[in-house]
């Protein structure tokens, strides 16, 4: 689930996402709690290690890819 939204917010670069919106277009839910977009991102954080915030939160709207993240979506073969 966290490579989902990894890989979500690494395809719309610069774009800040509500949890509402982040749930409904990365996971298709639309009926469950929002903080459960924030369950999500810390966990992706722990896994990615903390030397270059790759997910920014904007405070008092939603969750971003960093600037400085060193993302690269290859086209799947």
Do not use: M
């Amino acid at each position: 689930l966290e490579f989902d939204l990894l890989l979500f917010l690494a395809e719309r670069p610069r774009r800040v996402f509500t949890r509402g919106q982040l749930l409904s277009g990365v996971w298709g839910y639309e009926h469950t709690g929002e903080r459960t977009v924030d369950v999500h991102v810390r966990r992706l954080r722990l896994k990615l290690g903390g030397s270059l915030p790759v997910i920014t939160t904007v405070y008092g709207v939603g969750y971003r890819l960093s600037d400085e993240a060193r993302v690269v979506v290859l086209p799947h073969e």
